[in-house]
């Protein structure tokens, strides 16, 4: 039985903050698109931290980034970059993505709840290095090979698609329903999932009485 994720269900339904004390809290213009980025313990931060460097200052669009608690890197290029904030690792998650407009990362299960809110997603996919631990299978294309958002493999690619994003309406409507269509076809059901789980859990110990 697909339940879907209990945690999704009710942190989706909270948030303890609104976008005019966000954008107020971190200076963005009112007229900026929020992205954001949830990144993860990967040894290409750098390179990811380059692509981002390189996105236009004049461009209507501020960058949050929300680190992974296993991201130990500065992003010293970026940290003092005009268009850019980055949150702690312990800053609450769902007041970050209900006041982003859409969010940008590799592979990190931000990508579903994002999704499951709205969110048009970027996919980073930067070259890899194989690793024993953190890079030892396809999980950092999942995201990609699903065709959950728009696919970005390098710099270029990253200022093509944000200039789209800032210019063209219809574009965003577009990424909106890729992130759709990948949570239909991945089964991730979220409004029953409670009263899904709850049957389930009976269904367990009643078998075991």
């Known amino acids: 039985m697909v339940t879907g994720n209990v945690k999704f ?18 200076n963005i213009p009112s007229n900026h698109y929020i992205l954001g980025f949830t990144t993860q313990p990967h040894q290409t931060n750098d390179k990811l931290e380059k692509w981002i460097e390189e996105i236009p200052n004049n461009l209507p669009i501020t960058i949050i980034v929300k680190k992974h608690r296993l991201d130990q890197y500065k992003y010293p290029s970026i940290n003092k970059k005009i268009n850019v904030r980055i949150l702690s690792s312990n800053y609450p998650l769902y007041d970050f993505l209900y006041n982003i407009n859409g969010l940008m990362t590799i592979a990190s299960t931000t990508a579903f709840e994002a999704a499951l809110l709205g969110k048009p997603l970027l996919i980073l996919q930067p070259i890899i290095p194989y690793n024993y631990v953190l890079s030892n299978n396809q999980n950092n294309a999942f995201f990609a090979q699903a065709k959950a958002g728009e696919v970005i493999e390098s710099a270029k690619d990253l200022i093509q698609v944000v200039t789209k994003i800032t210019t063209d309406p219809s574009f965003i409507d577009d990424l909106k329903r890729k992130g759709n269509k990948f949570l239909a076809e991945a089964h991730v059901p979220v409004d029953q999932t409670p009263i899904l789980a709850k049957k389930k859990i009976e269904e367990i110990i009643l078998k075991h009485l």
């Open 9 to 26: 269900y009710y942190e989706q339904k909270y948030t303890a903050s609104f976008k005019e004390t966000f954008c107020g809290k971190f």
